[in-house]
């Protein structure tokens, strides 16, 4: 099987990190706001369990022929690949989707730009890795743009926002996510990209398949229809496959520090996505608050290039 160049090594011709970086966080915003849509109608486990689901069976027959190859090498890196499986394909997606059954989709890309911070947090505890003083300049500038879109470009709007439980089942999504990025350093470097996550999916169905079968023996069963099946599948496709490509591509090569700043652009591609879809108007806060996240990705990749 011929995997596209940006799949196979970090040599190999392929399109900019900050590229698919750009194109991971607009795919999960969409993830947000589409799993707040539909949170009346699928559960969390059976929506978890059938995003990963349809996202394997897409992705076997891009692997299935490597499988005696790299079967060796994925038993010997069993226990770090369950690990991951669980931070990043199990609790996170579970996490959010239980967080939006009561919280609203603004408020979960809210608590998702705590992540940068965990994430250098967890670099440092874990690998010993700091900052850059420009890394941290460019946190902070970002982390205050996500502020100016949350309060509306006020502060007492800032200071009156109101949390619920399901903003706690975010903040453990976030940490599961940030530990996730922070445990790709010990993902085998010889396992091919599809590979690695095709094993992660596949831990990751085989967990979320007792609480899916939880939900059945509940009733709890969804009707097959357009707007289903068209929800299932865009979540397997572009948030599942293809931006944990991209993620971990870009972790892989700019770290795990510098890459972690991205998410800071998920409030912003919330503000713009709730305009295209839901008719809501983009205000001038949107756009000082887009402009200052804007720099401060800039300012933590471009100045701070020393290695994450």
């Not at 099987?1 to 999960?28: E, G, I, N, R």
């Not at 993830?31 to 369990?49: D, E, I, M, Q």
Request: proline letters at 6%; a positive charge; glycine letters at 8%.
């Amino acid at each position: 099987m011929t995997f596209p160049p940006f799949m196979k090594t970090p040599t190999a011709v392929h399109p900019s990190p900050y590229l698919l970086l750009v194109l991971t966080t607009l795919f999960w915003s969409g993830n947000f706001v589409l799993g707040r849509a539909v949170h009346t109608v699928f559960t969390p486990f059976t929506l978890s369990f059938w995003r990963w689901a349809v996202a394997l069976a897409i992705l076997l027959p891009f692997v299935w022929a490597s499988r005696r190859e790299q079967g060796p090498l994925i038993r010997r890196h069993g226990p770090i690949l369950l690990l991951l499986s669980i931070l990043g394909v199990v609790n996170f997606n579970t996490f959010v989707y239980i967080g939006l059954q009561s919280t609203t989709a603004t408020n979960a890309l809210i608590m998702l730009s705590v992540t940068p911070v965990l994430i250098v947090a967890l670099s440092f505890l874990l690998l010993r890795q700091t900052v850059t003083g420009w890394q941290a300049l460019g946190i902070l500038i970002s982390l205050a743009g996500v502020l100016v879109i949350v309060g509306r470009g006020e502060v007492r709007a800032l200071l009156a926002r109101q949390f619920n439980p399901g903003d706690l089942w975010i903040l453990a999504a976030v940490l599961s996510w940030a530990l996730y990025s922070v445990c790709l350093r010990w993902r085998p470097a010889e396992l091919e990209p599809l590979n690695f996550q095709a094993v992660t999916m596949i831990l990751g169905v085989i967990i979320l398949a007792p609480l899916y079968g939880w939900d059945l023996a509940q009733g709890r069963t969804v009707a097959v229809n357009t707007a289903t099946v068209g929800s299932i599948l865009y979540l397997a496709l572009f948030p599942s496959i293809l931006a944990y490509i991209f993620w971990n591509r870009a972790v892989a090569e700019l770290g795990a520090n510098r890459t972690g700043q991205f998410l800071h652009l998920m409030p912003a591609f919330g503000a713009v996505l709730s305009m295209v879809f839901l008719g809501e108007r983009l205000y001038g806060f949107h756009a000082a608050g887009i402009a200052l996240i804007a720099l401060g990705i800039w300012l933590a990749t471009v100045h701070g290039r020393k290695p994450a």
